[in-house]
């Protein structure tokens, strides 16, 4: 780390500790350590589960810098303080595949590895919960969603929040775009199937039509989509025929970065390029799909509206964004912030047990998260070790006038308290 690097990065620890961790009431917290327990000293592995190839390979990326980041720091700071222990960060691919995951999983367990950030979706963190529960893991991952997770007393935390709201966002999205009629269709996954039920039964609720006679649940597996854009078409065919308006029809699409050859497919149907789009933090902010010649002007087209947790802006948010800026060439989606929070409150409490103890570690993560403000900002977690509350930022990819170039641009924040969405652009009606 460079000096001015390192003067910065010591100006973000001193924010984060002195102005945010009551860290003396948190270590008050600490269980009583056994006699024979001998303090950390030298190396302390964590191992970072992150799809670095695969369908989230973004995000992935995004995350690898945030977290790498986030260790450099913790060590700074341990060195400031004199601590006789480092952290060692150990970064694996995961292929975003859940097999490979757990595979990873038990061999750095077999290493006596006991604590892992990570793994970035829902699938992978169902794959592993049984293996980490039995073996009293902690995984703490930062963008895993899928309702079906949220369960209280294992070894799962999730520094993001279910699907529970997200799903509601998603709906009133749809519903302030002036669509009623829904043809949904997502990737059939832990993941994708929850999303899907959370926004189905949001915009029911709303007095929204979901067609599920039109519904395209397809295998996760598939790179290619002609079928399903045929089908999507098809369904668009039949309730213009049924006397539905154009206008109140929506696509929602609930994908990762399989998004782009299926807008790919879909733009070679002229009447999908009618029709509003819809999609989730799975495709939130992703360059391929901006950059994709085909897909990208098709996706400004249909006005494709995402939601993605809004972390809070503050100085150390900043200080990511502009970091990953300078290292990727990007602004990171916003679970990078997240997963920089996890390094930073797991090394936190690690200090504060002074014991390589998973139990020890849970016992006081809740109170070290809730005296922490960290990238992501203020928040606590819930009874199933779930981020408790968020508002979502609203990206749609639109065309520059100038340029013509095709972008992400924040349009709106849909406010988790109240149900509302705040429009910065109006971009329906």
């Not at 859940?98 to 970035?120: E, I």
């Not at 939601?307 to 948010?317: D, N, R």
Request: charged residues 20%; hydrophobic residues 45%; proline residues 6%.
């Amino acid at each position: 780390m460079s000096a001015t690097t390192k003067t910065a990065a010591l100006f973000i620890i001193g924010l984060i500790i002195g102005a945010a961790i009551g860290y003396g009431a948190a270590a008050a917290m600490a269980p009583a350590r056994k006699p024979a327990a001998a303090g950390l000293t030298g190396e302390v592995k964590i191992v970072a589960l992150l799809p670095l190839t695969g369908v989230l390979s973004t995000y992935g990326e995004n995350s690898r810098a945030a977290v790498e980041l986030a260790a450099s720091e913790v060590n700074d700071w341990l060195e400031a303080r004199g601590a006789p222990w480092r952290l060692k960060l150990i970064v694996e691919d995961t292929a975003t595949d859940p097999a490979t995951c757990l595979s990873k999983m038990k061999s750095w367990h077999g290493q006596g590895v006991l604590f892992f950030v990570g793994p970035q979706s829902s699938s992978e963190v169902k794959e592993v919960k049984a293996y980490a529960d039995a073996n009293k893991l902690l995984v703490i991952a930062q963008s895993s969603t899928s309702p079906a997770l949220s369960i209280p007393g294992d070894f799962i935390y999730r520094y993001c929040p279910d699907d529970t709201i997200q799903g509601p966002g998603i709906a009133k999205l749809i519903w302030e775009a002036g669509v009623r009629h829904v043809i949904p269709t997502w990737r059939g996954d832990a993941w994708g199937d929850g999303l899907h039920d959370a926004t189905r039964e949001a915009f029911i609720a709303l007095g929204g039509t979901w067609h599920d006679e039109y519904a395209v649940r397809y295998d996760p597996a598939l790179t290619d989509f002609p079928a399903q854009a045929a089908s999507l078409n098809d369904a668009v065919e039949a309730l213009i025929a049924q006397g539905v308006p154009m206008e109140e029809i929506g696509i929602e699409i609930i994908a990762f970065e399989e998004a782009v050859p299926y807008m790919e497919d879909a733009s070679e149907y002229p009447l999908l390029r009618q029709v509003k789009w819809f999609g989730s933090d799975g495709t939130c902010l992703l360059s391929s799909l901006v950059e994709h010649p085909v897909a990208g002007p098709f996706a400004a087209d249909v006005k494709y509206t995402n939601t993605i947790f809004a972390p809070g802006v503050s100085p150390k948010f900043d200080y990511l964004k502009e970091y990953c800026e300078r290292t990727l060439g990007r602004a990171p989606d916003s679970y990078a912030y997240a997963a920089y929070d996890i390094v930073w409150t797991l090394a936190i409490a690690l200090d504060i047990v002074d014991a390589y103890d998973t139990e020890a570690v849970r016992a006081v993560l809740p109170k070290v998260v809730e005296n922490y403000f960290g990238a992501s900002g203020w928040f606590t977690l819930n009874e199933n070790g779930d981020r408790a509350f968020a508002d979502y930022n609203l990206w749609t990819v639109a065309t520059d006038p100038t340029t013509g170039e095709v972008k992400w641009v924040q349009t709106g924040v849909y406010h988790g308290a109240t149900g509302e969405i705040e429009w910065i652009t109006p971009i329906y009606g």
